[in-house]
Structures are given as C-alpha cells and as structure tokens.
C-alpha cells in the first residue's frame, strides 16, 4: 500500500530552521507531485506548497515566498521541506500529502515546535 | 481568513443527514476548479473523502456525496454515524494566489 513516512517531531528556537522529510514507498515517485500542508494547535489546514519529483518544478504559497523550499531526491523516493527564520507562529504539524486528484494519501505528520 | 467559506460548526443526529457548505467565488470554485473534501479524526491525519467535486475515492461509503454550483460547493453526510464526528475541509485552486486554498474547516458533531 502507498505509504508516506514523516520524520520526526523538532524543537527550534526562533530564527532557526527546520527540515521535515518524508519518504515515499510502494508507488512510483516521479509520477506524483508532493503537496505540504500545515495545521497549527487547534486550527485549520494550510497549504503551503508543491513540488514535481519529475522535474522539479515548485510552486510555493505567497506568504512562505521566500522562506520555504521544497526539494526532493528520487534516488530515495524522499521529499524534503525546509522552512527558515522560524516564528513561534509557525508552530505546528506539517504534513507531506500525494497529489493526485485532490491530495489522496498523507504522511502521518510531523510536530514542528518554535520556542524560545 | 480563508477565500473558501465553511460553517464553523454544524450537527445532527443518528441517522440524520447534514450539509457542508464551501463557498468560494469566481476566482476559484467559480472559475471552475475541481473541490476536494477531506475529513478530518481528532489526532489524525486528513483523508481525501471527495475529489473532482462528487468522486468518492475506493473504500469512502456512499453515504458520503459531494456536489458544485456556481461559486459554491457542498458535502453531503447521509445516515448519520458517530464515528463521522470529524472535521471536514474543502480544498481548491485560487487564481489570485496561484495556489491551493482550504476552506477554514467544519466541525461536525454527531448528537
């Protein structure tokens, strides 16, 4: 079965920065985009951004221009999300999603906590 | 605030049938982007449960449907269970952000 597998939970102080994986298994990479989406304590989900493992290709949300990149490498089937200059309001779970039509299969999440 | 529109909150009972709405305007939904539903457990991960507006992905009971009007779109939850008290998200394409937005999320409860 698809599975995506997230690295575990971070501690960072403010202004640092953080990079969550996620591996894919049992599907072939190249063919599906990777989404990333975050959900802050007790609050909705947000988009942040896609990537293409076929190519590269990125298309990042305009409040995290700037901040984030995304990157892949498909010799491990492995997405990578690297958020910098981190804010305590950039505390949360983040998630690595498959795009398919609609997002149809989700890493189980990784904690993701900014304090000082 | 999000460009997709979701009553905080919505209920019913056993057995009842409940309506999610999501409603967006005419530079998402009403542009004509496809509307993804996820729901949500407490402590997990989403799950797609609706994409391209009413397809249920294998394995999502039938009691689950999803529809698309003009700028707005809506989840339908028949024979309400206990087990569907979850949080519920729609999701689609905003042009003025080049990006993909989610609603701010409906909190359904099973009375």
């Known amino acids: 079965q698809v599975q995506l597998v997230q690295s575990g939970a971070e501690v960072k102080k403010p202004g640092a920065s953080v990079k969550v994986s996620c591996k894919a298994s049992?599907?072939?990479?190249?063919?599906?985009?990777i989404s990333w989406v975050r959900q802050a304590p007790g609050q909705g989900l947000e988009w942040m951004g896609w990537i293409s493992p076929h190519n590269g290709n990125t298309n990042y949300a305009q409040k995290l221009q700037g901040r984030v990149t995304m990157t892949t490498d498909t010799s491990t089937s492995t997405a990578y999300m690297e958020l910098r200059s981190l804010r305590s309001d950039d505390t949360a779970v983040y998630y690595c999603?498959?795009?398919?039509?609609?997002?149809?299969?989700w890493g189980q999440g990784t904690l993701v906590t900014v304090s000082s | 605030q999000s460009v997709l529109t979701q009553p905080p909150s919505v209920s019913g009972a056993p057995g009842q049938r409940v309506t999610i709405s999501c409603i967006g305007s005419s530079s998402n939904i009403g542009a004509g982007y496809d509307v993804h539903w996820y729901q949500q457990l407490p402590g997990t991960a989403p799950k797609l449960l609706i994409f391209g507006n009413s397809i249920r992905p294998s394995g999502v009971p039938d009691r689950f449907s999803g529809s698309k009007s003009g700028t707005s779109a809506s989840l339908a939850i028949s024979g309400l269970q206990a087990e569907d008290e979850a949080d519920y998200y729609c999701q689609s394409y905003e042009t003025s952000l080049s990006g993909s937005v989610f609603g701010g999320g409906t909190k359904l409860t099973v009375l």
């Open positions: 999603a498959r795009v398919s039509s609609g997002l149809d299969k």
């Open positions: 049992n599907y072939t990479f190249i063919n599906y985009g």
